[in-house]
């Protein structure tokens, strides 16, 4: 049963503040979460009074990422077409429209922040990471190259980004914030007022300032290649999706057990 209060919103003085809530689930992403997501980040974007948007999450960990548990629909009755579809629409192009609504955003990440969890955090301007955060992309298990928002590279550079999608290890948020990809690390303690206090500073700004600088730099990014590159990189992701059909007759080729014993530790 879906959790009936699985996203959290609430907003005041200039800040809308999103929280995933499966902590018993460690956030893991049901396409019924990730539509109240986005509905979420519709309305703090719709709301004139609402500056800067702060995505957190309950519990130990940020996010599992993926729902994969639940085994997903029979194989025989699932096609890649199908599988494009769904992921084009909820995984990339959500990723995709959060990091572009134009008002600054922050992700604070503790615990385990896996895979489709990095689809997450990765749209937000600001990363604010827990001392016990870590980032990582196992699915190369699965036989899929990577998740479908593939902002490793840019995130981490060639060679980090190289690293953990070969290996599958995470990266710690001290690592993190060394390649760029985190803006400041801080007791777990801390994690939620830092967020909160760097949210507060930015929505004392004029709000049409914030719009322009976060659009010139995202517009920069897209002139050295970022969004033809992840949209290039999504079609490379669903060749993974192809050659497990042909093999196994199911989008991966590993079952969610078997990836859960090789990402384990909590």
């Not at 986005?38 to 974007?45: G, P, V």
């Not at 503790?110 to 990471?129: N, T």
């Not at 016990?132 to 995130?155: K, L």
């Not at 010139?216 to 290649?225: E, F």
């Amino acid at each position: 049963m879906e959790h009936k209060d699985q996203i959290l919103y609430e907003a005041g003085d200039g800040v809308a503040v999103i929280t995933l809530n499966r902590p018993e689930a460690a956030n893991a992403q049901s396409m019924s979460l990730l539509d109240d997501l986005d509905a979420a980040w519709s309305r703090a974007e719709a709301d004139d009074d609402v500056r800067v948007i702060v995505l957190k999450a309950n519990g130990r960990h940020f996010s599992a990422g993926h729902d994969l548990k639940g085994g997903g629909p029979v194989p025989d009755k699932i096609t890649l077409e199908h599988v494009y579809g769904v992921e084009a629409r909820r995984y990339l192009g959500y990723s995709l429209r959060w990091r572009n609504v134009p008002k600054p955003s922050i992700a604070a990440v503790q615990g385990k922040c896996i895979a489709g969890g990095l689809m997450l955090c990765w749209p937000c301007d600001l990363i604010v990471a827990a001392e016990n955060a870590q980032f990582s992309d196992p699915v190369v298990h699965m036989g899929i190259g990577g998740v479908e928002y593939h902002g490793h590279t840019w995130e981490l550079g060639p060679r980090k980004a190289k690293e953990i999608l070969f290996t599958g290890r995470p990266v710690t948020a001290e690592e993190a914030e060394k390649a760029g990809m985190v803006n400041r690390v801080v007791p777990l303690d801390e994690l939620e007022a830092t967020a909160m206090e760097l949210a507060g500073q930015i929505a004392r700004m004029h709000p049409f300032a914030l719009r322009q600088a976060k659009r010139a730099v995202n517009q920069t990014l897209d002139v050295q290649g970022f969004y033809a590159a992840v949209q290039s990189v999504f079609d490379t992701h669903q060749t993974g999706h192809g050659n497990a059909f042909s093999v196994a007759g199911f989008p991966v080729l590993m079952r969610y057990d078997e990836l859960k014993g090789k990402i384990s530790g909590g």
